[in-house]
């Protein structure tokens, strides 16, 4: 519907956003918190979307869109980018034809990633412009005029997203879709970067960052709200509501939209008009430094701390105003540590790979809580892929002394986004090496978005299938097995064969993730507590569907899905199964 109030959240309303600026073309590659974007984004039959098998791909698909004359969208999370990179810089250079606007999701925090980087620093170096809403409103707005400021300077656009802007709910107002197309013209000293042009290309990026440095200056994406003269704050995101939370009209506020370029004269003018000024921002010094450089006095980093999420609370504490009580909260809360699902298929070749004193090298997905107790068999995870690089690398220093028993475990998704590279410098360079390939049929830690193994696309439609197997052996594989995670006796067969070979080596624990609506579950087991003697060898797999009571296991009808991993552990034949033969 078009032209009417809703409440959005924030990645929602920029998915609209994408609707109503006429975006064509999305490529993306899931990532909380941006995943949600792309996913409402394909409710617009409009709209073609796309998960790619990762984020560079995803945005030189989105730049090839573009180069097409079409407006095009991709989106992923602050470490997405890291990957993204290497186009994103020389895109930069090139300009663009139609719009093209990137979405970057960060996480401060760390709710579901595995460092706190602040994505401000990539706009920084790559010289493109930033927006950043601090609500779904500012959201739907700001996508919008990313475009218009896309092809009015001829540059990429980031839209910095994070945590609490984009899984937070706030009024939107909606309009109508328009979609303007340009043609492509062949232009090679604009879009071949070799040495030549891209020379001659650089100083149009400096003029242009010196344009959009005086278009800051007046856009109504920076905008000034005076209140009380005693305090200054320059604000922007999230922090800004907790900035008005906290100080309403009793302080006067700079709201930075476009965060990168930063104002010059309208922050030092802002700077006139308050006795005392303070930047309030997470992460980074940022806006900080900016500030300095311009020679003002301002506090910021010396007061609020350069980690985590802020809050209401500690910025009212930090700047001396009263936090009332009904925000405090004295009961404390049962820590809820995070653990895998009742009948997660990764729990069998983790309780394996333990009992078999396995040093295993893990990687990024849900599989990552192995690292947990009581499984705790994971020592390392670094980021996307880094699990077989970093076994090869380990193994090629240690020889006999690891190769035996160190694996790398990687998730089918992950090792479609950037294992494959792993798996052939492993194939290349001759390292002994076992690598495990967990393989739940999905993407599962963001949400159970398709991937190039699955044989369907973002819509659920049928797509190309990537077949793992075949594939290893023909990255130089010789060896590649192929086992079922529920199945503990196979699973430890293969694995001491695997590290007992000298040669390099996959296995494929394949089973579909337990969560997926296709997935048919066993009845839950039942206790037998005449047999059961309390020795809780059930428990060693951690699964949340068993606990004790009363010196019994006790089974949780509820979680369990039968599918008769704890069993395989007890010696008393306690753990009675109901399974139904097909």
Known sequence: MSNHKELMLGNKAVARGLYEAGVCFI????GTPSTEITEEAVKYDEIYCEWAPNEKVAMESAFGACLAGRRSFCAQKHVGLNVAADPLYTMSYTGVNAGLVIAVADDAGMHSSQNEQDSRHHAIAAKVPM???????EALAFTKEAFEISEKFDTPVLIKMCTRVSHSQSVVE???????????????????????????RHPIVEARTKALTEFAETTDLNRVEMGGTALGIITSSTSYQYVKEVFGDDASILKL?????????LIRDFAARVERLVVVEELDPVIENHVRALGLEVSGKDLLPMVDEFSQNLIAETLGQPVPDFRTLDEAIPPRPPVMCAGCPHRGLFYTLKRNNCTVLGDIGCYTLGAVQPLGAIEMTLCMGASIGALHGFNKMLGKESEGKTVAVIGDSTFMHSGMTGLANVAYNQSNSTIIIVDNSITGMTGHQQNPTTGYNIKGDPAGKIDLEALCRAMGFERVRVVDP????????VLKEELAAEAPSVIISRRPCALLKYVKHQPPLTVDTEKC?????????????????NGKAAIDNTLCVGCEVCSQLCRKDALVSHRKEA
């Open 486 to 493: 529920y199945n503990l006796e196979q699973c430890d067969k």
């Open 27 to 30: 490529s993306s590659y899931p």
């Open 257 to 265: 939209g476009l965060v990168n370029p930063l104002p010059e004269k």
């Open 174 to 200: 909606t309009g109508e879709r328009n979609v303007p197309l340009k043609t492509y013209e062949k232009n090679i000293a604009k879009y071949v970067m070799m040495p030549g042009n891209a020379k001659k």
């Open 533 to 549: 003697i309390g020795c809780k060898s059930c428990m060693r797999v951690g699964c949340p569907a068993i606990s004790m009571k």
């Open 131 to 137: 927006l950043e809403p601090s609500d779904s409103a």
